[in-house]
């Protein structure tokens, strides 16, 4: 099966997940600073939530230049993923709104970190479908980037419950730790 109807689909829902999150994004009903200032809690929620979306649609980008093909496991995988990026936007809004509350926050972790394992599953899936010896099985390795990310997220789902404000501070780090693009697949593609 082709690799381009999973790749399109994809790129929709990424992008109608994004439209989703600035929605959120009320116009305040007051011309000042300080209705601005209200509102600053869910728009830091939504950046870094853009940055995330935008990390996972650029690794999935990487990870297709790898791929040549799909089968059902990888189709499926692929729909985890999306499931769990399609619940970024609620998770978003309910720790803006709440000014970064614990539950929350808490929350908020829980989503990247399905959202990072469900990523997992995929390359397992397509590094299987490809082959261990296939340039994207090289090029992931032991992916300790992407299990540093899922500590990461554990870690900072247990310190919601006790320092909110450090949780949003590690989700940050994660999100740094990924924003410059994962090179280990063009690297292994040339």
Known sequence: MSKSRLEAFSDGVIAIIITIMVLELKVPHEPTFAALKELAPIFVSYVLSFIYVGIYWNNHH?????????????????????????????????SGETFFSALPMATYGFVLWMAAFAYFLLVRAM?????????????????????????????????????????????????????????RIEKNLK
Do not use: C, E
């Open 127 to 183: 590094i299987a479908h490809h082959g261990k010896d296939s340039a994207l099985a090289v090029a992931i390795g032991k992916d300790s980037k992407g299990l540093i990310s899922l500590v990461g997220y554990t870690i900072a789902i247990a310190v919601a419950f006790y320092k909110p404000w450090l949780s949003f501070a590690l989700y940050i780090l994660v999100a740094l730790h990924w924003f410059i693009p994962d090179r």
């Open 62 to 94: 990487h990870l297709w230049q790898a791929g040549k093909q799909v089968n059902g496991r990888i189709l499926w995988a692929n729909m985890h993923l999306l499931f769990w990026l399609s619940l970024l936007p609620f998770a978003t809004a309910w």
